[in-house]
């Protein structure tokens, strides 16, 4: 099988181009275990197949799982290296991509220095954020009828933490950490995995823990469902900014700090769309 491994500021994918290389929905789950395996596989964050797409709704399908096998719905850092697979590749000559990732279509906008993508810009959609969407099970009814869950409290290991609750495709919970605490001393290996099977969170969730140092900059750590915690999260980011904006901790655009890099998202209220901005990197490829 052969295989590109590329990342989005550290969020590190195995890319397989799923028109050559056949592998059943039986075997994924247990192929794609041994492919993230940093000790015994090729190592990274989960793989993700890029299957060709006929007709007008989209150019690309990215076909995503985690490294437990788990199927996942979108990864923004993903889906950017997805585009730059394939115009690199020469499987396109387009600057402007439609990919589909969990039967949601995204808009893609491709910059392209000396023939090849460093960033890409794309149009992530409207956040989600009825309760019952994202979805969340919250035990209070009159929470889980309103339009959105926002500094909400929940007890984890003993501790009450205050989470806002978007869906970018995929669930997330942001948590703002008090002034004064520091996102090094968070012992995310331990309280990550209690986020992410809390009964408050039906299909599991991701969880962005995050500091703000102004109204356009702040920094997060990211604990994924299904991987466990990476250098970034495409999603989280943006799930971040729209968090952010409701809280009225930042203005609208703003520069997400993740232990990879920088990723720059903005929430357009006026089009309830949010746009994400990164790079995308390809770090080698091979057979295994």
């Known amino acids: 099988m052969h295989f590109t491994k590329m990342h989005g500021c550290g969020n ?3 890319y397989i181009d799923g028109s050559k290389e056949y592998v059943s929905k039986e075997d994924k ?28 709704m989209a150019d690309f399908e990215m076909e995503m799982y985690n490294a437990d096998g788990s199927y996942s719905e979108m990864c923004g850092n993903g889906i950017r290296c997805v585009a730059k697979f394939v115009y690199d590749k020469g499987l396109t000559d387009k600057k402007k991509l439609k990919i589909v990732s969990g ?3 995204r808009l893609l906008d491709l910059l392209i220095e000396d023939g090849m993508v460093t960033n890409v810009r794309v149009n ?36 009450e933490y205050k989470v806002t609750c978007v869906s970018m495709g995929n669930p997330h919970a942001v948590v703002f950490l ?53 250098l970034a999260c495409g999603t989280g980011c943006c799930a971040t900014v729209v968090a952010c904006v409701l809280n009225d901790h930042t203005a609208d655009n703003i520069t997400v700090h993740v232990r990879g890099g920088d990723i720059v998202c903005r929430w357009d209220r006026e089009q309830n769309t949010v746009y994400m901005t990164g790079p995308a990197t390809t770090v080698f490829e091979g057979e295994i």
Do not use: Q
């Open 178 to 230: 008090n002034r004064g605490e520091s996102l090094d001393n968070i012992d995310i290996e331990k309280i990550g995995p209690r986020f992410e099977h809390h009964p408050f969170f039906p299909n599991c969730i991701n969880t962005e823990f995050v500091t703000i140092d102004d109204r356009e900059n702040v920094h997060m750590r990211v604990w994924e469902r299904g991987t466990g915690e990476t």
């Open 12 to 14: 590190d994918y195995i």
């Open 103 to 105: 039967g949601r279509v």
């Open 29 to 56: 789950p247990e192929l794609i275990r041994l492919l993230s395996d940093r000790h015994f596989g090729i190592g990274g964050d989960g793989v993700i197949f890029i299957n060709r797409m006929d007709g007008d």
């Open 124 to 159: 992530m959609g409207a956040p989600i954020l009825k309760p019952a969407d994202i979805p969340v099970a919250l035990p209070d009814e009159r929470a889980m009828a309103g339009d959105a869950v926002i500094n909400y409290p929940i007890t984890v290991m003993d501790k």
